[in-house]
């Protein structure tokens, strides 16, 4: 029976393994393997150091002057939270991720940690998504995690957010991979998606307590996203997007990559494109995506094409019989104004804005980009 005196114990040998700045990640896990844990590391002493042939003489002295000054106010921490650690070697850590190239030592995490091993799909995508966008991909997430798929995100503003809220609007549980200390909300906004994910899913990062949201921890933390999934959806993404970096770490760990496409004329289409002629697959529906995982989906409940206004979605509105307004064989996926509609159409400006009030509220079409665009 492990007691709480010996858990703590055992989590302050991790922070303490976890801070050694002068040891390599590899290192450290090589250590571990070697040893059995980060105690047996530490008790090594120099001659157990040297006869495991894994350090050189000052890595050596830095696990035996490893200092515990940060320790103490963590531990306090991490109790205070509900979080905890969990090393590579602990039996629910996710195997996926120790398959990765220079996979974590271990995560911080809070929430359910039996999620850590579900079949997961990882979505992202641009932090300014389109209306279109948003709706597709919270009807993606909640058609997946029908399907038995946990879906992984790192709670960015955007297309995380609305992946993350999909699955929670469908009652299933979400994985945030933070690019924080567990204990820091980033963005500030999230913080009641924080709060709702640590109760209903999982929050995880490999950074410490206290950590700050760093522009180099981003790239870190996709590589964990990538890493936990058997596949990455990119839902929608401008050329410059962070997300065609998570697509790329997945595509080198040997997971699957797929992407939405969207209209030539919305920015945020053109990096799921050049994913697309990169290899990519195209994803229509989530029919797609279980062609290609469908032996890690439940087949209680087959997968059907993604449309926005499905109960998924739970639109108020839904898209019957859009031909019976004049307007909408005008209205393409590209913007068009309110002033072209009017002249195309031949209708008073009170009656084509009346006729675009009510396409959009059947959720139809959208006001964008100085225009009026349709939308899946």
Known sequence: MVTNQKRKNMLKDWLKLHYLRSVSLAQKRAL??????????????????????????????????????????????????????????????????????????????????????????????????????????????????????????GMAAGIDSCAHRGSLSAGNATIAVMGTGIDRIYPAAQQALYREIAEKGLLVTEFAPGAPPQRAHFPQRNRIISGLSLGTLVAEAGIRSGSLITARLAAEQGREVFAVPGSIHLPTSRGC??????????????????DELGHFFSPARPASQINPESPQSHSKHPAEHPDEHPLYNLIDYAPISMDQIIALSGLTTEQVSSILIDLELRGLIAEMNGGYQRLP
């Open 32 to 153: 571990v393997n070697f040893f059995g844990g980060p105690a047996d590391v530490f008790a090594a002493g120099r001659p157990g150091l040297r006869a495991a042939d894994i350090l050189a003489e000052a890595g050596i002295n830095a696990v035996l002057t490893a200092a515990e000054t940060l320790l103490q106010s963590d531990l306090a921490l991490l109790g205070s939270i509900g979080s905890q650690f969990i090393g590579f070697n602990h039996p629910k850590f996710s195997s996926l991720l120790n398959e990765i190239p220079s996979p974590p030592l271990g995560l911080f995490v809070k929430g359910n940690i039996n999620l850590l091993n579900q079949p997961q799909i990882a979505i992202v995508g641009s932090r300014g998504p389109s209306p279109s966008g948003k709706k597709t991909t919270a009807a993606f997430a909640a058609e997946l995690t029908e399907m038995g798929f946990v879906i992984t995100s």
């Open 273 to 290: 494109h050049y994913l697309i002629r990169q290899g990519a697959k195209l994803v229509e529906s989530v029919q797609d995506i279980t």
